[in-house]
């Protein structure tokens, strides 16, 4: 089971930017395909971003494509979100997941999770 702590969290004005880091420990951390996903007040969780074990392939939600990145470094067992132009509508509490097979595409499913790191964006 791989273990995995976000980071990265906080307060910005709209237009800002944040970057999240989600770092895991335990097995092979490298043989996964990593997803970012997010949950709202009042909201079921939703998808943001996913690349492949070999951060060759990425995807993301339309609402964040062209503001957000994401990426890995497998040396450091830590994927990264970067998200720019923030606006309040991406006020969430953002969680990091390992997809359930090795090697895939990250298409899911994910089915181990962080516990999140909140990130408010003020007007």
């Known amino acids: 089971q791989v273990q995995l702590v976000e980071s990265g969290g906080g307060l910005v004005q709209a237009g800002g930017s944040l970057r999240l880091s989600c770092t895991a420990s335990?097995?092979?951390?490298?043989?996964?395909?990593m997803g970012w996903f997010r949950q709202a007040p009042g909201k079921e969780r939703e998808f943001v971003a996913a690349?492949?074990?070999?951060?060759?392939?990425?995807r993301y939600a339309d609402s964040v494509k062209g503001r957000f990145t994401i990426s890995r470094d497998n040396a450091k067992n830590t994927v990264y979100l970067q998200m720019n132009s923030l606006k309040p509508e991406d006020t969430a509490v953002y969680y990091c997941?390992?997809?359930?097979?090795?090697?895939?595409?990250?298409?899911?499913?994910?089915?181990?999770w962080g516990q999140g790191t909140q990130v408010t964006v003020s007007t």
């Open positions: 997941a390992t997809e359930a097979v090795d090697y895939g595409l990250g298409h899911g499913p994910f089915n181990n």
């Open positions: 335990g097995r092979t951390f490298s043989s996964y395909a």
């Open positions: 690349l492949t074990w070999s951060g060759g392939r990425t």
